[in-house]
């Protein structure tokens, strides 16, 4: 550990950026200069907001192996504003990591690919995969770039093995980076909540005045689920109800949000503020009746969206997963997983602005369990203590074993079982060395329930042959993480089937036979479940 | 080793200014960085154009109703005729009805040549298009023909120096001193047009296809609608305007 912690150097993003990390940072820097020296360290000096430049020493990047100071605490996050620290982290000294995500593919896949450095994007696959890794890498290279595999092959390894310790904000997160960097302490800190703000007048929004307002905050990216939300919503709306959805933060779904607003006839009950600077996210909390918190998959993000919701005494609605699961069950309400997640999702919000007292008292609990184990000094000493507490050199190298995570979670290895789609699929797939499992007098999968499954991968080539109400049957009993739907090729499905599998911790016995097989039609269902055909 | 890429952020970002897209039957389709303040979808009576704030859109139909959304929605006098178009035209934006272009931040009005069917700046204002692609004037002279547009005229786009002629086979015809674009080849790109429109700078214009696709042209790509919608193929699309 270090002997006297006094001088502490931050690598992040800082305000102007527009980054959940640089928030995070700014607002946690009074209390932390309080305790610490604290000097900053950013890509670009010259940018920072000047007035946090007027109290702070502020240095490039490049200058943290010369500082002087008895620790560099790193922010590690998936955005492009991230990306200077990134490198920093991955060249720059020893450190404590404070990972706000443990993904960090889509940042690598978007400067590789997007911005033209494959051979680099290739390295860095086979650097935290092996042979695999270069596999994928070599068909995102050619043009097959899929979301999931983003989730399914995270990259955070190789940077956290090269730290004194890893800080995160859930026990969930925690366990992740076990599993890719043992060896290397970990911590949890909570993401702490920041001071309640007023909250906005809705004719400054343009929000209806009557309408109950359902919240989704911080930029709309897929795992957010809008699609769940937005279904709730409709429901809620045929139901009589008079509610209104806001989506507080950019539209991350390259346009699918507008879409999916204009298919469900939600265009006079849906506003979508885009950015929304922190203060006015805050406020925004505040003037909501409730906020959903929805994340599948999970890469063990934190959520400044939940404890900013909680002080604001603002009752949330949140899948028990990941990150989520660390929330008092008593200060939220939990939406089942696993069954019809639109209705379910819509039942509980309906129950909840029925019940307004209820949701007074969900209020009420989790603003008090904000102030009391949220606070921001309380969150900053726990920080401090886990950066003193670091050991001073970066832990031997443990060999990896399987460095990918739980994603699923982690049951008895045995041999992989598949479905497929019909009957030319499953024999395609037997011949590739598959069990095969026969559903019963069911014409297809299309029509065979898959609750029975660990891992359900839906391979189409495009959206509009997904009929998500039939998904909504199919896939009660199967946990979300393990629903995937993919548009790759039937080479790239071998991976992604083969990565959950690992990631599941099923182990890799029996993948190995797993070779590209030809599939039949142009949607297919895969179920894989573990262990001996029932 | 290096094991996150090297690669220099662009900067700025690659992607073109913000835009909004309007569907047949009034659903509204931001692009870019831009948020959605609402829409009403009215499949009898058709959105002809769009004008777009930050804050708020205003959706102009055939009508002539304006169904605004938005806090900061633009201010827009709803024009009392049937309306073919709306255009932008020196920074101010026009209602094109029967033998009439009147604008929509203060009524002015111009007479246009019967059988107009769009409308760009042709000398001191507005002038007729006729489905030929042929500028005319209030007495239907012709101001400039740009002979032998190969298929219906989709539309016209006013720009900084000149218009662009847009004809529904994907053909980019500059005229009146327009830089020259190319068009949307359909024989490889088989999907209809729908719809054109400007940008802030004048320097190009935006083509909307039937699978919900932006087609840039002399601007960076703004991004499009990922499939097409389900309230009808996109009949207008606009940039947001600054400020």
């Not at chain 1, 068909?139 to 999931?148: C, F, H, M, Y």
Request: charged share 20%.
């Amino acid at each position: 550990m270090t002997d006297q912690l006094t001088r502490l150097a931050v690598a992040a993003p800082l305000p102007p950026a527009r980054s959940g990390v640089a928030a995070y940072v700014a607002r946690q820097l009074p209390e932390l200069s309080r305790r610490l020296e604290v000097i900053l360290a950013v890509a670009d000096p010259a940018a920072v907001d000047p007035s946090l430049a007027a109290d702070h020493r502020i240095v490039g990047l490049d200058e943290l192996g010369s500082l002087d100071v008895d620790a560099v605490l790193y922010h590690l996050g998936n955005s492009t504003e991230c990306l200077e620290v990134a490198r920093a982290i991955d060249e720059g000294p020893p450190g404590v990591v404070l990972a706000h995500d443990l993904s960090i593919h889509h940042l690598v896949s978007y400067v590789g690919l997007g911005l033209d450095h494959p051979d680099e994007y290739a390295a860095a696959l086979e650097t935290a995969f092996g042979d695999r890794g270069r596999r994928l890498a070599e068909l995102r290279i050619a043009g097959e770039r899929g979301e999931a595999e983003l989730a399914l092959f995270d990259l955070v390894g190789p940077l956290l093995r090269r730290h004194r310790a890893v800080v995160v904000h859930s026990t969930w997160a925690a366990g992740l980076v076990r599993r890719r960097a043992p060896g290397v302490p970990v911590a949890v800190v909570p993401h702490f909540a920041p001071e309640p703000v007023p909250p906005l007048d809705r004719i400054q929004l343009g929000l209806p005045l009557g309408d109950s307002l359902i919240g989704v905050l911080g930029n709309a990216v897929p795992a957010k689920r809008p699609d769940v939300v937005l279904g709730a919503v409709r429901r809620l709306v045929d139901r009589g109800r008079a509610v209104h959805v806001v989506v507080g933060g950019r539209d991350g779904t390259d346009g699918e949000l507008a879409v999916l607003i204009d298919e469900l006839g939600l265009g006079e009950h849906a506003t979508v503020t885009g950015w929304l600077s922190d203060r006015d996210l805050r406020a925004l909390a505040g003037t909501l009746d409730a906020v959903v918190a929805l994340r599948s998959p999970h890469l063990g993000e934190s959520s400044g969206p939940v404890p900013m919701t909680a002080v604001a005494g603002t009752p949330l609605v949140a899948w028990p997963v990941g990150s989520f699961a660390d929330l008092p069950p008593d200060a939220y309400v939990a939406a089942p997983v696993g069954g019809d997640e639109v209705g379910d999702l819509a039942d509980a919000l309906d129950e909840l602005l029925a019940n307004p007292a209820r949701a007074a008292v969900v209020g009420a609990k989790a603003r008090r369990w904000a102030l009391d184990e949220l606070a921001v000094e309380r969150c900053v000493d726990r920080l401090v203590g886990a950066v003193a507490a670091a050991p001073e050199d970066v832990p031997d190298e443990v060999e990896v074993d399987r460095p990918w995570g739980p994603l699923i979670g982690r049951r008895r290895p045995g041999r992989a079982v598949v479905t497929g789609g019909n009957d030319d699929d499953a024999d395609a797939l037997r011949a590739a060395g598959w069990l095969v499992r026969p559903v019963a007098g069911a014409p297809g999968m299309s029509e065979a329930p898959v609750g029975w499954a660990d891992l359900v991968v839906w391979r189409v080539r495009s959206d509009e042959h997904i009929d998500r109400a039939a998904l909504d049957g199919l896939h009660r009993g199967v946990h979300p993480a393990g629903r995937l739907v993919v548009r790759v090729p039937t080479e790239r499905l071998s991976l992604v089937i083969a990565k959950a599998l690992d990631s599941a911790g099923f182990g890799a016995g029996g993948l190995d036979q797993l070779e590209p097989v030809r599939l039949g039609g142009e949607s297919v269902l895969t179920a894989v479940k573990v262990g001996a055909p029932r | 080793m290096t094991f996150v890429p090297t690669a220099e952020l662009p900067s700025p970002p690659p992607t073109g200014a913000p835009h909004v897209a309007v569907s047949a039957a009034g659903g509204v389709f931001p692009v870019g960085a831009v948020g959605f303040w609402g829409s009403r979808l009215d499949p009898d009576d058709p959105a002809v154009g769009v004008i777009a704030a930050a804050r708020g859109t205003a959706v102009v139909r055939r009508s002539g109703r304006v169904d605004t959304a938005g806090p900061d929605a633009p201010v827009v006098r709803a024009p009392s005729i049937e309306v073919r178009a709306v255009r932008r035209l020196g920074g101010r934006w026009w209602a094109l009805g029967d033998r009439r272009v009147v604008a929509l931040d203060d009524g002015e009005s111009f007479g246009v040549a019967a059988g107009s069917i769009d409308v760009v700046r042709h000398g001191e204002g507005p002038v007729g298009v006729d489905p030929s692609g042929a500028v005319r004037s209030p007495d239907g002279a012709v101001l400039d023909d740009p002979g032998g547009l190969d298929g219906e005229l989709l539309g016209a786009i006013d720009g900084a120096e000149g218009w662009w002629i847009v004809a529904r086979s994907g053909t980019v015809l500059a005229r009146g001193g327009a830089a020259a674009h190319d068009g949307v080849d359909t024989s490889t790109y088989p999907h209809p047009l729908t719809a054109v429109g400007p940008t802030l700078d004048g320097r190009g214009l935006v083509i909307a296809t039937a699978d919900g696709r932006l087609h840039a042209r002399g601007t960076p790509y703004p991004g499009g609608l990922p499939r097409p919608a389900a309230s009808g193929a996109v009949t207008a699309v606009s940039p947001v305007e600054a400020g």
